[in-house]
């Protein structure tokens, strides 16, 4: 998975997305889910727009990238 920072948020990319559905949940330093992206087999980027599920915005600091394909697990951090 290749992770790039895009202002406020982050462009993911992965080979596996496209092999099949990913996704890919985000969680906060405490390990609470923040937000979590949903692709369709034969895309393979998804983009986090740094908003937590409600619609706000996620504060700045570290947080965790847990990307699942099928039986495949991808974890990375990312800075905010």
Same mark, same amino acid.
């Given at each position: 998975m290749v992770v790039n920072p895009m202002g406020?948020?982050?462009v993911f990319s #992965? *080979?596996?997305?496209s092999e099949g559905n #990913? *996704?890919?949940t $985000?969680? /906060?330093h405490a390990g609470q889910q923040? &937000? #979590?992206l949903n692709s369709n087999s034969g895309t393979n980027m998804m983009i986090w /727009?740094?908003?937590t599920a409600r619609g706000e915005n996620a504060m700045s600091g570290m947080y965790i &990238?847990?990307?699942? /394909?099928g039986e495949e697990t991808i974890t990375t951090?990312? $800075?905010k």
């Open positions: 406020d948020g982050f #992965s *080979e596996l997305m #990913s *996704e890919i $985000i969680y /906060n923040v &937000a #979590s /727009n740094g908003k &990238a847990v990307m699942r /394909n951090k990312l $800075i």
